[in-house]
């Protein structure tokens, strides 16, 4: 198996989890585009927003998804709007198998709203913010090669996966 597996969808949707699991369960090496960016600028994603704004950050991301998706055979967690630049889905999708984790805007609300490092939702309505963005993102996610419901679990989402790359 030498296309990469990448994963895409919106924050909260369990990817970096999954991503984990997976490359435990694959034995493959995983790459996040999120940790890279930080590595790469000595600041979180926050602090990087914050001082340089979303254009820079941006910039940044398509670096690391050029880089990356030139691998042979590794997973790649994305952050959750790299699908905004058709440049990354193209890259991406030349080299990999695209997989949507698929969860909806109640859960991830749920699952991050004490969350005070994400940037994106640091807004009065955070819910209202979350269904906006799943919305005008919902059809670019659909781009992927493979939509997986995590909505229900993190762990049948990963066998959902594993079973896709294995066959
Ligand atoms: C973003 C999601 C974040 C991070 C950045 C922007 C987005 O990644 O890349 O805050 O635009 O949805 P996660 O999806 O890993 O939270």
Request: aromatic share 6%; proline share 4%; glycine share 6%.
């Amino acid at each position: 198996m030498k296309k990469n597996i990448v994963l895409v969808g919106m924050m909260g949707s369990g990817k970096s989890v999954i991503a984990k699991a997976l490359a435990e369960r694959l034995q493959l090496p995983c790459y996040s585009t999120d940790e890279l960016i930080e590595q790469k600028t000595k600041k979180s994603i926050k602090a990087l927003v914050a001082s340089k704004g979303w254009e820079y950050f941006r910039s940044k991301e398509e670096q690391i998804v050029a880089q990356l998706a030139k691998k042979k055979g590794v997973i790649i967690d994305t952050g959750g709007g790299v699908i905004l630049n058709p440049d990354n889905v193209r890259l991406l999708k030349k080299h990999g198998i695209i997989f949507f984790i698929k969860v909806g805007p109640a859960v991830i609300f749920e699952r991050i709203k004490d969350d005070k490092k994400r940037p994106l939702i640091n807004v009065p309505n955070p819910l209202a913010e979350i269904r906006r963005i799943y919305k005008q993102r919902l059809p670019l996610y659909n781009q992927a090669d493979v939509i997986v419901n995590a909505s229900v679990s993190i762990e049948s989402a990963v066998a959902a996966i594993a079973r896709k790359v294995v066959s």
